[in-house]
């Protein structure tokens, strides 16, 4: 069995040894990070099935490009901002096969996995398809500041945009947001107290 | 009427505790290793790339001068490039192995030895369930760690080229420049040993007086545990033909114990003898007689693993702070040592054992790992590390800890601790 070198020391000296190419660095960044940079990418895309495939895309690219991190204690929202940055591009990819669903229907898959029969997983599916309506900037921002519970600031940095930009495009998400669960009742009821909900009721 | 914003916060709160799934350590595991295996094979790459070119960063552009100059620096060069090796044996595919990578931990199955191939000749034959690490690599050698367990190792020699390789074994070092020989490490109890087959290798180490030549057929065991200590803990008193501090290196086979002379190395204070109490194991009657000579003195004079041998026998005697005291002037007077990691390490378990404090005891697991991130200590550390964590509250980061253990040690003792916690 050959295991890549235990890396046991700070982040400054991973970073060093990331940028020299150290055989057990990229495991132990991934180690530090991944949990969290993944549950970035559930909350922006929800139960996708690509999310390990884009999960390698974040760390591939951060490690491609650690030269650029200017500040030590900036590497968790550097590494948020790519990963925020490759949803993104995943999103519009998805929005593209759509329209190639039209013409070439067998050619697509679905992405999502496929829902149990568990009210709450019912319930993100259809949180997901109103998102899916928002356009991928504004769905970035309203994801990460009620899903991920970022603050203005952070979720600016990460979306890489001014917090003036950062809010307008928030409070047009939050408004088509809200419209959308508005019709819904049940999908409303459930995001406000939790209790049973099922889409045979709602149809 | 609530406003927007503090539903939506509600209701985002919502949102991300239905997306938690529990499938995420299994498939953060997978993609770990996926990513792993794509960064070392485009490492690979790079490096044969690197070991081809003529001039670093040009790419392998011949400018200037004639042919024969050409072909003369790519002799010289070529020379220069670190030897590689190949692993073959247990679980890894194909009969020519897999290429291996300096820094990466190799295990040798529990039912099978595995081998390490190089390039330049030389083999060395992991024994089962042992492990070892090839620290780096250069044009007539290498630098190899063995963590623990045995290995075969035959150095080839390569003609007027001197081979330099270098073996590491907890604080045990061995130079060679061509032979065979036999070593075994065990990091629990710190036990060293060597036989040599032929030629000639040098040993040194912290636990030596100095550096020591051991020719064809000789053999050379060692203790590197404090004086005494590991003696009490195995047997009442020292038996013929035992001793835990040192075997004479000899030439030839047979083999000279000398149990006396252990008195003649201990450091002398005033000519008290408190270092001979606590090395037979009257732990509480050598802390007395330390008292008695002037507890400060004693740590101000005495060598660093006499001080080691006293922390012990005060944490024994249940003397914490005298404990504490040792250990630290220690680390004040040796500083950068391997006995002031250990040192360190100690100061841990005093924490954590002693004291509850294990905030403090994380603190100094991590400055063991800190400062020997390779050292014997190093699994002891992370797992120890690990509990601290966990009983601290730090959770998050015990899961860490927990996850980078099972990576490096998944049969080790803090195993099922380490799955406890990550899946808590």
Redesign the interface.
Known sequence: MVTPLTFARGDENLIDALRSGHPGAAAAFYDQHAAAIRRTLQSVLGADAEIPDLLQEVFIRAIDRIGELQHLEQVRSWLTTIAVFTARAHIRRLARRKWLFLFSPDQTRQNHRDPTSSDALLALRETYRILDKIPANERMTFVLRFVEGMTLPEAAQACGVSLATFKRRLSRAEKRFLREVRERPLLEQWLEEGTRWSLQKQS | MEP??A?????????????D?GN?AE??R???N???E???MR?GR?SRWRGLSLFPGWRGIFVGGGAAVAVGVAVLLWLQIPISFR?AG???PGAGG?P????????A?ARASTALQFSEGSSIVLDKGSRL?VLSTESNGARVLIESGRADVAIAHRGTRKARWRFEAGPVAIAVTGTKFRVDWNPKDLTFGLELSEGSVIVSGDCLPGPRTVTGGGSLRLSCLPSGVARTVAAATPTAGEDEMEAEAIEGPARAAAPARRETKLAHVDGETWQALVAAGHYGDGLRAAERVGFARVCRTAAAVELLALADAARLSGRTARAVEALTVLRQRFPGSLHASTAAFALGRVAYERRGDYNEAARWFATY??EQ?SGPL?GDA?GRLMEARHRAGERAAAR?DA??YL??FPEGPYAGTARAIMFE
Request: net charge positive; glycine share 8%.
């Open positions: 927007a914003e539903k939506l916060i509600r209701a985002g709160k919502k949102i991300r505790d239905a997306l799934d995420a498939e953060l997978a993609e770990r996926r990513l792993v794509t960064i070392t490492n790079a692993i247990g679980a890894l897999v291996g990578r300096t820094g990466d931990v190799v295990e199955d690490r790992l800190d991130p190093m992370v860490r996850e980078r990576q490096r």
